[in-house]
């Protein structure tokens, strides 16, 4: 059995429809194949056998097996990590949809059980608030993350059930969700988890399992304020604040409520904050989450580099938000915000071989350990496999392993791909019946994508191909015909009898572009970023040692190069010279590739930390050779300073 990771088959109000994640397979030549290979091969085992060594699986067994031999009497670890296994649990159920690993499926089935023997008689699991701690159940929900954990556990239950067939842990988590319809509702208890996730998690435990009162339990758990800050409902929030993990599943469930019920109200306020957040509050590496108090949104326009937040389960989780709005709108703005923070943001939280990661991901950093010379809480200088709270590991995973499901959708008489890779799709498309697509590329790295459309007779239906808003100059053809313009921003639609074997190529421009920020981003004003494609870049020191950037002007001196004085070349109209190019490099970082070309290094020691503006101080410059990478490549060959805004001169004299 398998199913698509949302299930809106039977979904009212959808405009596009997901597909069962099997139906979608990356190829072997796929971009995203070697991460993840490395999350099932590394990722998930290597996890699996920390969430044993820091006693999460003992937190269960102790209250299935109290008593045994080398069961620990205690609870260990903080209060949430039954939502860390969850998610691995969820992760391992999407694997096993599309492959039968019998290691995965033995290490599920062996943690469904102590799962399930650990349950009270009355539903309720938790591993924290038991014994002692008993009487505080559902007495402090701002802080506890109780039904923040029996979310996690719903969707990994699902996702197990949908792959094996298995229903030991469903059947676990429909007694949870039992038990709360019982505790939670109109006239019952009113409170709300401080943690949104439970939210999202029963309507998909609707979905699969058609009982209404999940539903109905979600609908009212999003109709209440939120119990953490005292935040208003989501139908009625006027703007995005607080924790922006918290923020983004919230949206989730709004969203989900409003393809089951129509909710109209909820769905024009989820415009105005999806407004609020493109429009003033995420990076431009798609990273969400200015600030380190409370993980917080900051203002509009709030955006530090190095101070920088921008956890990666934020990004996840606006990932799944933009991906919901795709589907209830079908408006490709949502699938371009997808591919932005996919490619950028959230792959940075992972490392090349998808068994460490980030927590938080800036900007800029200064390749030191924490804390920095500057006395401000910095981001860890490497990627690890364990944090104190690890939810961000297990959060990748699942999204790594679901990824193939959020390429392609259908509708009626009609397929949309939104997102680029090599890979084969075994569609059941409404109105027309199984349609297979296959695309050849290389994307991100190139420009062409070649679409094969294969039908066992002549078949009428559109294929919908998103065009970048950074594809200026975008073309397709089909069947080697005469090349036609295609829209950036907008998404092609090919409606036609479409014949076995049939092909369309869809060119998509990778200028290197110099992106300017908003005048409000004060830390930015200046500065320009890195862009081809879908990929914003940044220097890294590794890069850029003496000789690199400029031997003559380093010679004799054991000064470092400061990445914070690389300056590019870039004209307020014209953008990058011309004599900046981007090159393949198969043998870097996993085979990447660079942009570099002429630029320069500020003289920054010339001057004095204040000066009257009557002395005529100027910052000097000397020639210097900038390589950039990938942002989502960096911090991948030890310790580095890293920068993705660069200052930008106009003072090309020298060159």
């Not at 701002?142 to 949908?162: D, N, P, T």
């Not at 919901?324 to 591919?339: D, K, S």
């Not at 572009?513 to 930015?524: Q, V």
Request: hydrophobic share 40%; aromatic share 10%; net charge negative.
């Amino acid at each position: 059995m398998s199913s698509p990771i949302l299930d809106t088959t039977h979904s009212p109000h959808v405009r596009l429809h997901t597909v069962p994640l099997p139906s979608v397979r990356l190829t072997d030549a796929a971009f995203w194949t070697p991460l993840r290979r490395g999350n099932v091969e590394n990722g998930l085992p290597r996890l699996h056998g920390l969430l044993e060594e820091h006693g999460h699986m003992d937190n269960f067994r102790r209250l299935a097996w109290g008593g045994r031999a080398g069961v620990p009497p205690a609870r260990q670890g903080p209060l949430f990590t039954d939502s860390d296994l969850y998610k691995w649990i969820e992760a391992a159920g999407y694997v096993l949809q599309v492959e039968d690993r019998a290691d995965l499926r033995a290490l599920v089935a062996a943690d469904a059980a102590d799962i399930a023997a650990a349950q009270e008689p009355d539903g309720y699991l938790n591993t924290y608030f038991i014994e002692e701690r008993r009487p505080e159940r559902y007495q402090g929900l701002v802080h506890s993350h109780e039904m923040y954990c029996a979310g996690h556990l719903m969707q990994g239950a699902i996702a197990v059930a949908r792959a094996t067939g298995d229903d030991t842990l469903l059947q676990v988590a429909c007694r949870f969700a039992d038990h709360l319809d019982t505790v939670f509702g109109p006239g019952k208890n009113e409170t709300t988890d401080g943690h949104p996730e439970v939210e999202l998690a029963l309507i998909e435990l609707y979905r699969h399992t058609r009982e209404r009162r999940y539903l109905d339990l979600a609908a009212f758990f999003l109709s209440r304020p939120q119990s953490l800050a005292g935040l208003p409902p989501i139908a009625e929030r006027p703007a995005l604040v607080g924790h922006a993990v918290r923020s983004s599943y919230i949206c989730c469930g709004g969203a989900d409520l409003v393809m089951e019920t129509g909710d109209e109200a909820m769905l024009a306020n989820l415009e105005r904050l999806w407004e609020d957040l493109v429009n003033g509050k995420i990076y431009v590496t798609g990273g969400v989450g200015a600030r380190y108090e409370g993980e917080a949104f900051g203002e509009p326009y709030e955006l530090p580099n190095a101070r920088a937040y921008a956890e990666t389960c934020a990004q996840i989780g606006h990932f799944m938000w933009a991906f919901r709005m795709l589907l209830i709108t079908g408006e490709c703005q949502y699938a371009e915000a997808m591919e932005w923070i996919l490619y950028n943001g959230l792959r940075s939280g992972v490392d090349l071989d998808g068994d460490e990661y980030f927590y938080m991901n800036p900007l800029s950093h200064d390749g030191q350990e924490p804390p920095s010379a500057t006395g401000h809480r910095v981001p860890p200088r490497q990627r690890s496999a364990w944090h104190g709270c690890t939810c961000c590991p297990p959060n990748v995973q699942r999204l790594l392993a679901s990824l193939p499901g959020y390429f392609v959708t259908v509708a009626e008489r009609a397929v949309h791909i939104h997102l680029y890779d090599a890979l084969t799709a075994h569609l059941n498309v409404p109105g027309v019946g199984p349609v297979q697509v296959q695309i050849a590329t290389r994307y991100p790295w190139e420009e062409r994508i070649e679409v094969k459309v294969i039908v066992a007779a002549p078949t009428e239906f559109a294929l919908h191909l998103r065009v970048p808003t950074w594809a200026k100059g975008a073309a397709a053809m089909i069947n080697g015909g005469d090349m036609a313009p295609a829209e950036a921003g907008q998404t092609l639609v090919l409606r036609r009898n479409w014949r076995p074997g049939d092909k369309v190529e869809l060119h998509l421009p990778m200028a290197i572009e110099a992106i300017e920020a908003h005048p409000y981003i004060t830390e930015d004003g200046g500065s320009v970023a890195l862009r081809r494609g879908p990929l914003v870049y940044c220097v890294e020191s590794t890069d850029h040692g003496r000789e690199e950037v400029d031997p003559l002007y380093f010679q004799g001196t054991d000064a470092p190069v400061n990445v914070a004085d690389l300056a590019v070349p870039a004209d307020a109209y014209e953008g990058l010279p011309e004599s900046w190019e981007a090159r393949w490099n198969g043998d870097l970082l996993g085979g990447i590739v660079t942009i570099g070309g002429p630029g320069y290094i500020a003289l920054r020691d010339r001057r004095p930390l204040y000066a009257p503006m009557s002395d005529g101080y100027e910052t000097g410059y000397t020639s210097a050779h900038i390589t950039a990478i990938p942002y989502y490549a960096w911090a991948n060959r030890g310790p580095a300073a890293m920068r993705v805004w660069l200052r930008k001169t106009t003072a090309w004299g020298e060159m």
